[in-house]
């Protein structure tokens, strides 16, 4: 079975940094461009980060470019982002998601994914 374990979530106050990690199994992670999503109070899910299966391309969100890092380690089947100078916005669950199928590509639209693991939760606050 698909299985991806978000983990490294916390509590920070603004302008720190935390690195999420996402445990990816049951699935040619290799193979599979991934993202990261998040989901605030209240809102809807929002994509963040995506990574080609090499890392050799990436892209991010307008709210959160030139302060979160994402990448990968095929070896480890472990998906990262590294979010620094953190604001009270930053504050969601945050979840790794896999695509429906295994195109090497930036996807950021919802209709594009078909499993989201287990979220960890990030809270930004003084």
């Known amino acids: 079975d698909v299985q991806l374990q978000a983990s490294g979530g916390g509590s920070v106050q603004p302008g720190g940094s935390l690195r999420l990690s996402c445990a990816a199994s049951?699935?040619?992670?290799?193979?599979?461009?991934m993202s990261w999503f998040r989901q605030a109070p209240g809102k809807g899910r929002e994509w963040i980060a995506g990574?080609?299966?090499?890392?050799?391309?990436?892209g991010y969100a307008d709210s959160v470019k030139g302060r979160f890092s994402i990448s990968r380690d095929n070896a480890k089947d472990t998906l990262y982002l590294q979010m620094n100078s953190l604001k009270p916005e930053d504050t969601a669950v945050y979840y790794c998601?896999?695509?429906?199928?295994?195109?090497?590509?930036?996807?950021?639209?919802?209709?594009?994914?078909?499993?989201w693991g287990q979220g960890t939760q990030v809270t930004v606050s003084s």
């Open positions: 998601a896999k695509p429906r199928a295994p195109w090497d590509r930036i996807m950021a639209s919802d209709a594009d994914f078909g499993f």
């Open positions: 049951g699935f040619a992670f290799r193979l599979y461009a």
């Open positions: 990574i080609a299966r090499h890392s050799g391309l990436t």
